[in-house]
């Protein structure tokens, strides 16, 4: 029996967030920092937004909410016999500020975002999507991974869990990720990525 693809996990727990910093080398940065860098990302993320927009069916969501960069829907791609959507709109928001990922109001808001059917239905086939999920990672990294479980007979169930993004996304978008990082820390990035035993972790549960 083939074990399912991997899934994106949403965590905002500081302590993955370290245990990341130390395998990676890229350490956790203050808040002024790390509101800098997400700054330097807005244009990228707004582009990523223009994207879905205009190429992909996503359109602006209601009513507008001040405190998101952006909050975009689709519909679902599956509908029925009839021609009715089978499930909710699809919905992506990003906030203004990175700082709202780690609100414990809204905890359970980010994880319907990053849990829902967006990704597994669109991350390897619509480019804005994974496009966005890397660069959140390389921005914050550990918030969001990705997640293969394999339940093995007699040996219990295997994670391979990713923090980084590929090192072909990171080598191709080195100017981008310049500006938004600096060069010293897309440095440190691309070496991260290109280890396997640094983006890759394994756990193990009998």
Same mark, same amino acid.
Request: glycine share 4%; hydrophobic share 40%.
């Given at each position: 029996?083939?074990?399912?693809?991997?899934?994106?996990?949403?965590?905002?727990?500081?302590?993955?967030?370290?245990?990341?910093?130390?395998?990676?080398?890229?350490?956790?940065?203050?808040?002024?920092?790390?509101?800098?860098?997400?700054?330097?990302?807005?244009?990228?993320?707004?582009?990523?937004?223009?994207?879905?927009?205009?190429?992909?069916?996503?359109?602006?969501?209601?009513?507008?909410?001040?405190?998101?960069?952006?909050?975009?829907?689709?519909?679902?791609?599956?509908?029925?016999?009839?021609?009715?959507?089978?499930?909710?709109?699809?919905? @992506? =928001?990003?906030? #203004?500020?990175?700082?709202?990922?780690?609100?414990?109001?809204? !905890? &359970?808001?980010? $994880?319907? %975002?990053?849990?829902?059917?967006?990704?597994?239905?669109?991350?390897?086939?619509?480019?804005?999507?994974?496009?966005?999920?890397?660069? @959140? =990672?390389?921005? #914050?990294?550990?918030?969001?991974?990705?997640?293969?479980?394999? !339940? &093995?007979?007699? $040996?219990? %169930?295997?994670?391979?869990?990713?923090?980084?993004?590929?090192?072909?996304?990171?080598?191709?978008?080195?100017?981008?990720?310049?500006?938004?990082?600096?060069?010293?820390?897309?440095?440190?990035?691309?070496?991260?990525?290109?280890?396997?035993?640094?983006?890759?972790?394994?756990?193990?549960?009998?």
């Amino acid at each position: 029996m083939s074990s399912p693809p991997p899934e994106v996990v949403f965590s905002n727990d500081v302590r993955n967030m370290d245990d990341w910093a130390k395998r990676t080398g890229i350490p956790l940065t203050s808040a002024d920092a790390l509101g800098t860098n997400y700054a330097r990302a807005r244009r990228w993320l707004l582009s990523l937004k223009q994207q879905l927009v205009q190429r992909h069916g996503w359109r602006e969501a209601s009513p507008l909410d001040s405190r998101m960069l952006f909050s975009i829907e689709c519909s679902p791609p599956h509908r029925s016999s009839s021609g009715l959507p089978r499930s909710p709109n699809m919905r @992506l =928001q990003i906030p #203004l500020n990175a700082s709202s990922f780690f609100s414990p109001d809204r !905890r &359970v808001q980010w $994880e319907m %975002v990053f849990h829902s059917a967006v990704f597994p239905s669109m991350r390897h086939t619509v480019t804005p999507v994974s496009d966005l999920l890397h660069l @959140l =990672q390389c921005l #914050l990294t550990g918030l969001l991974v990705l997640v293969k479980v394999e !339940r &093995v007979p007699n $040996e219990g %169930v295997y994670r391979t869990i990713r923090g980084l993004p590929p090192i072909e996304w990171i080598s191709s978008h080195e100017q981008m990720l310049t500006e938004v990082f600096g060069s010293a820390h897309y440095r440190t990035l691309f070496r991260a990525a290109s280890d396997k035993r640094i983006a890759f972790k394994l756990e193990h549960e009998r």
